[in-house]
């Protein structure tokens, strides 16, 4: 094949992946997730690490084919497959457009930082602990990214539509409640883009060769790779063109040489090269060197676009809750254990495993998995957790075990699920309406699925029991419990989770006489 | 937006006028019913059928749909689709009473029939799970979502004792005709949900309603605007751990439905069929004491028919 066409064959590959993720993570109607997501996170590197960790096999088995592409052809992972890596290019893209006369030069090797970053990331992750990677892996960062800016921006707009075409009488689009919104969580997220976002802007895949600690990993091992990009000193003509082009800034155009470490496997250089120079083997050198031009950040713009964003959610999140008690609850409610969700076996072994990709943030067609801030403890920080204040969890769905890419949430079966139990309820009577208001409520009992929480007499009304063997922990009690501040029935989560028991059932008599008169 | 100021506003008016308006026999007042005679019956009971074909006939008994949906009339149909349970559950309204029900109002010449719920469980799965979705598409209605507050419109209670004002869905102050189709099932807290229960559905905030005495929020609701005709689908019929119920071994196949205008009649009439005392159930006792409905059953011309 004609190496002009490498580039051509990089692009469509990597739209291919980044369009599945856009998908994926913005589809706000939640059809698409279940069937389409595993195309999308089979070849991620780290997610499918930790899944082949936790559950070795086939189905996790997409970073072995990562390691044998790197140790071929070296990082093809970083153009072709990570989501991160195209979102940058699209970002180097603009700034090309934006700037015609722009080109790339030899970046510095910034190997300290790299292998600091890399090995406190390996050194954290063997200590069991996820931080790092939770900020770091490119893949979850992409997840944070179109999850928590790009996701409810698309909701907005759907909300837009929906209600224009309401007030013509068109219901065929329907507008997606937001039941949780975290600043934090956009600023997190946000800031993750405008690192990654300015840099690339500025320099190509500076991130990628600084930051990032799956290019560090995979950069490693490309120096053992079979194929390397290198220049032949024979048919180079010095014209330079490569390193203009090249995103990486490795080709060093003294020394003709390609720091192949750093390469991310663009193939700019082939495309570009008009005298067959660039090739799988040979090294020389020559040089000529030109000014880098400025660049117009257009930085402050976005900021200020970001934080208006974010103030406007705000005030739309502060709009949805303004219900007036008639007495307020009194009893604190202080959760010990947080809710990891139903496949995640434990707490321990979620937070060990979980990127925060989001991904089942994104799927959750409850809303109710929503991003922890200090929910897990600090090392927990961005992992999905249970939010009943936001929803409860569907008895019948299991999306969010079918879609974790890392093995963190693991798929359950609907009928499994129905009896997982991930955590146990406990009732506040000091809180209860039934108590304080002297008048009939049930709203817990009413949600329960399994009649874990059940009414009975009490005072001339009824009062909520609890029966935790049956208990499943879906938290459809807390959240319909109508008492505030403080709610009268929450979940405390299980640190591991257990099995409940099957709900009792008696077959009620069923024989009816449809001969016979009516009672009335 | 005119049109919705104006319904608003004419409900609004109407309720100021006294509720006896609503529920009075205005309908004969006006013109283009002359055709029609007035049927004989408040009330149709039927049970040993199929709840299509029962419908059919206790609906006939009652004037037909015609009785109450006129030529270009827009309506609104509010089946319980509360759970993400299938029909056999008992859970929801049955699939097969709703198809009917959107026939007979285009039969009749609705120009819109819309259909919604603000249901408990997530909506869409409990629109697909139930087969109203499907049901209702399928006899040629709107199916709306019910789960988003940008629909519900800020109304006053006036004969409300606790609930003065609330969130109503707008399709509820838009159509003309307003159709409740409840099914029959135990519930936890207020013992048996039926017409006015079902009422809780249409609008945004419930947890205001157990916060504040639940049984006299469903009747200071059930003033606000009463249906047009409510049908009590009785088919399946969850006898215990209603509402959402845990299992088919709840369930008991009865066959049966009720049809009427007065909500308070019909539901006294489904919870005797339920086999419940309506004298232990607080928001029907409360319903009548504020001359929302009669429990006297025998003031009531009623067609029972037994298939």
């Known amino acids: 094949m004609n190496p002009v066409h490498y580039k051509k064959i990089r692009i469509a590959v990597s739209l291919l992946f980044f369009i599945i993720a856009l998908v994926v993570f913005l589809d706000i109607t939640n059809t698409v997730q279940v069937p389409l997501s595993p195309w999308l996170v089979y070849l991620q590197f780290i997610p499918s690490l930790l899944k082949f960790l936790s559950i070795p096999g086939l189905a996790a088995a997409g970073f072995i084919i990562i390691l044998l592409l790197t140790i071929l052809f070296g990082r093809i992972y970083c153009s072709s497959v990570c989501p991160l890596g195209t979102l940058q290019d699209i970002f180097s893209f603009i700034s090309k457009r934006l700037n015609k006369k722009k080109y790339y030069k030899k970046l510095k090797n910034y190997e300290i930082l790299r292998y600091s970053i890399l090995s406190a990331t390996v050194i954290t992750f063997l200590a069991g602990n996820l931080i790092l990677l939770d900020i770091l892996d490119p893949f979850s960062n992409t997840g944070k990214i179109l999850s928590n800016i790009f996701r409810p921006l698309v909701l907005l707009l759907n909300n837009v539509i929906a209600f224009t075409f309401e007030k013509l009488n068109i219901y065929t689009f329907y507008?997606?409640?937001?039941?949780?919104?975290?600043?934090?969580?956009?600023?997190?997220?946000?800031?993750?883009?405008?690192?990654?976002?300015?840099?690339?802007?500025?320099?190509?895949?500076?991130f990628c060769n600084t930051i990032c600690p799956v290019g560090t990993l995979l950069g490693l091992i490309s120096r053992l790779s079979f194929v390397k990009i290198a220049i032949d000193k024979n048919t180079?003509?010095?014209?330079?063109?490569?390193?203009?082009?090249?995103?990486?800034?490795?080709?060093?155009?003294?020394?003709?040489?390609?720091?192949?470490?750093?390469?991310?496997?663009?193939?700019?250089?082939?495309?570009v090269c008009p005298s067959e120079g660039i090739t799988f083997t040979n090294y020389f050198s020559n040089d000529n060197e030109k000014e880098i031009i400025e660049i117009n950040l257009k930085k402050r713009d976005f900021i200020s676009k970001t934080i208006l964003y974010a103030l406007s959610l705000t005030g739309l999140s502060l709009a949805q809750v303004k219900i007036i008690p008639k007495k307020k609850s009194t009893v604190p409610v202080l959760k010990k254990n947080t809710v990891s969700p139903p496949g995640s076996l434990s707490l321990s072994n979620f937070t060990g495993q979980c990127t925060a990709c989001h991904l089942c943030v994104s799927s959750c067609p409850a809303q109710v998995l929503q991003p922890a801030l200090w929910e897990y403890g600090f090392t927990g920080i961005l992992q999905p957790y249970m939010d009943?204040?936001?929803?409860?969890?569907?008895?019948?769905?299991?999306?969010?075990?079918?879609?974790?890419?890392?093995?963190?949430?693991?798929?359950?079966?609907?009928?499994?699920?129905?009896?997982?139990?991930?955590?146990?309820?406990?009732?506040?009577?000091e809180n209860c309406i039934v108590e304080t208001e002297k008048t009939e409520c049930g709203a817990c009992a009413e949600h329960c699925p399994t009649k874990a929480v059940k009414m009975v007499p009490y005072k001339n009304l009824h009062l909520p029991e609890i029966k935790n063997e049956y208990c499943v922990g879906c938290g459809a009690c807390e959240h319909a419990c109508p008492t505030i501040p403080y709610k009268a029935i929450y979940v405390e989560g299980n640190p591991v989770h257990l099995v409940a028991k099957k709900p009792p059932s008696e077959k009620i008599n069923g024989e009816v006489d449809l001969k016979s008169d009516f009672p009335f | 937006?005119?049109?919705?100021?104006?319904?608003?506003?004419?409900?609004?008016?109407?309720?100021?006028?006294?509720?006896?308006?609503?529920?009075?026999?205005?309908?004969?007042?006006?013109?283009?019913?002359?055709?029609?005679?007035?049927?004989?019956?408040?009330?149709?009971?039927?049970?040993?059928?199929?709840?299509?074909?029962?419908?059919?006939?206790?609906?006939?008994?009652l004037g037909g749909m015609k009785a109450f949906v006129k030529k270009g009339q827009t309506v609104v149909v509010k089946p319980?689709?509360?759970?993400?349970?299938?029909?056999?559950?008992?859970?929801?309204?049955?699939?097969?009473?709703?198809?009917?029900?959107?026939?007979?109002?285009?039969?009749?010449?609705?120009?819109?029939?819309?259909?919604?719920?603000?249901?408990?469980d997530d909506w869409k799965r409990c629109y697909s799970n139930s087969g109203i979705e499907r049901a209702a598409k399928d006899a040629g209605a709107k199916v709306v979502s019910g789960a988003s507050q940008g629909y519900y419109q800020n109304i006053s209670v006036s004969s409300g004792k606790v609930m003065k004002d609330a969130k109503v869905h707008e399709l509820i102050l838009e159509s003309d005709v307003f159709i409740n189709?409840?099914?029959?099932?135990?519930?936890?807290?207020?013992?048996?949900?039926?017409?006015?229960?079902?009422?809780?559905?249409?609008?945004?905030?419930?947890?205001?309603?157990?916060?504040?005495?639940?049984?006299?929020?469903?009747?200071?609701?059930?003033?606000?605007?009463?249906?047009d005709l409510t049908i009590v689908d009785a088919y399946y019929v969850m006898k215990k751990n209603g509402p959402r119920g845990i299992s088919l071994e709840d369930v008991v196949t009865m066959k049966s439905q009720i049809i009427g205008k007065d909500i308070v009649a019909v539901d006294t009439a489904a919870a005797r069929l339920f086999g419940a005392d309506p004298k232990e159930i607080d928001y029907i006792k409360i319903a009548e004491e504020m001359k929302l409905g009669t429990t006297d059953l025998s003031k009531l011309s009623i067609n029972r028919i037994i298939m």
């Open chain 1, 388 to 429: 009943y204040s936001a929803s409860y969890c569907t008895f019948e769905c299991v999306v969010c075990g079918d879609v974790c890419p890392t093995g963190a949430i693991l798929p359950t079966g609907a009928e499994n699920k129905k009896l997982l139990q991930i955590g146990k309820t406990t009732f506040v009577k």
């Open chain 1, 175 to 206: 507008p997606v409640e937001i039941k949780a919104v975290s600043i934090v969580m956009i600023a997190i997220s946000s800031l993750i883009l405008i690192i990654v976002g300015a840099m690339s802007f500025a320099r190509g895949r500076l």
């Open chain 2, 181 to 227: 189709v409840p099914v029959l099932k135990s519930h936890g807290s207020a013992e048996l949900t039926i017409g006015m229960k079902n009422l809780m559905g249409i609008v945004w905030d419930r947890r205001f309603w157990h916060r504040n005495d639940l049984h006299q929020c469903i009747a200071d609701f059930a003033s606000f605007r009463k249906p």
């Open chain 1, 236 to 271: 180079c003509n010095s014209c330079n063109l490569c390193e203009k082009v090249c995103k990486s800034g490795c080709i060093d155009k003294k020394l003709k040489e390609i720091d192949f470490e750093r390469c991310v496997g663009c193939y700019n250089c082939f495309s």
């Open chain 2, 1 to 61: 937006m005119n049109r919705r100021d104006f319904f608003k506003k004419s409900l609004q008016a109407g309720l100021l006028a006294g509720t006896t308006l609503t529920f009075g026999n205005y309908k004969e007042l006006l013109a283009f019913s002359k055709h029609l005679p007035p049927s004989p019956f408040d009330l149709a009971a039927i049970k040993g059928g199929e709840p299509d074909v029962m419908f059919d006939k206790a609906i006939a008994s």
């Open chain 2, 80 to 120: 319980n689709i509360g759970w993400a349970v299938s029909p056999e559950r008992g859970g929801n309204t049955n699939p097969l009473l709703i198809n009917r029900i959107v026939k007979h109002c285009f039969e009749a010449g609705a120009k819109d029939v819309y259909v919604f719920d603000h249901t408990c």
